[in-house]
């Protein structure tokens, strides 16, 4: 397995619900900071303003991104519906897109059978022509788990700590059958065994240029 070091100096998240981007990459992102402190990190989250949602999403990022310049957005686009609000949810994203320059963008993956995570994939890719995408996965009743191609190993303590930050940051998330405990760490261990690492994050990742470096 070819392994490549990733050292971004600027980070966009794009996330359709609070809680998609801690699900999704909250391990890569607690690493990455750590080992990068001062890490420029621009958020958007397309739904929960001006609700309960949006004060677990802040404090759960600010958990998850120690270290990091950190300034999230929040929308209040319908859960479920942002198809219907194509054009708005498009110039949200795109106002987004022009205030900031990333090395990495992470990002529903396109395959994502969920409405909303599939519409912000498809956006993120519009916006985000000629940069680096990692399309995060999300565990849920659809049979819609992609077969990945990136990884992000986690040792058991870095895996351990994501879980208590989803339960500590996302009470309102309790009562769902996919949030617990076995669900997310079933996840992580299955993409570590397939890097040959205790845990990983897994990523979709449609599209990379390669080229030599100086010799």
């Known amino acids: 397995?070819?392994?490549?070091?990733?050292?971004?100096?600027?980070?966009?998240?794009?996330?359709?619900?609070?809680?998609?981007?801690?699900?999704g990459a909250g391990g890569l992102l607690?690493?990455?900071?750590?080992?990068?402190p001062g890490v420029r990190i621009d958020a958007l989250v397309l739904s929960g303003a001006g609700?309960?949602?949006e004060?677990?999403?802040?404090?759960?990022?600010?958990?998850?991104?120690?270290?990091?310049?950190?300034?999230?957005?929040?929308?209040?686009?319908?859960d479920g519906r942002m198809p219907g609000r194509w054009a708005e949810v498009k110039a949200a994203v795109a106002a987004f897109r022009r205030t900031v320059?990333?090395?990495?963008?992470?990002?529903?993956?396109a395959g994502d059978a969920h409405q909303d995570h599939r519409l912000l994939a498809e956006l993120a890719w519009q916006e985000f022509r000629a940069h680096l995408i990692l399309g995060y996965e999300i565990l849920k009743y659809e049979g819609d788990l992609p077969t990945v191609?990136?990884?992000?190993?986690?040792?058991?303590?870095?895996a351990d700590e994501k879980i208590a930050l989803l339960h500590e940051h996302y009470p309102s998330q309790h009562s769902r059958t996919w949030f617990d405990d076995e669900a997310f760490r079933g996840m992580l261990r299955v993409?570590?065994?397939?890097?040959?690492?205790?845990?990983?994050?897994g990523f979709?990742?449609?599209?990379l240029t390669l080229r030599a470096g100086d010799l």
Request: glycine residues 4%; negative net charge; hydrophobic residues 40%.
């Open 51 to 53: 609700t309960e949602r």
């Open 204 to 207: 979709v990742t449609p599209k």
């Open 149 to 158: 191609q990136t990884y992000w190993p986690l040792d058991r303590a870095l």
């Open 30 to 36: 607690l690493d990455l900071c750590r080992r990068q």
């Open 101 to 109: 320059e990333p090395d990495l963008v992470l990002a529903p993956h």
């Open 55 to 78: 004060a677990e999403e802040r404090a759960a990022l600010a958990a998850y991104c120690p270290g990091a310049n950190l300034t999230v957005h929040v929308h209040d686009f319908p």
């Open 1 to 23: 397995m070819h392994q490549l070091t990733l050292a971004p100096r600027s980070i966009a998240l794009l996330g359709a619900h609070c809680d998609d981007i801690a699900i």
């Open 191 to 201: 993409r570590g065994v397939q890097c040959q690492r205790p845990y990983a994050e």
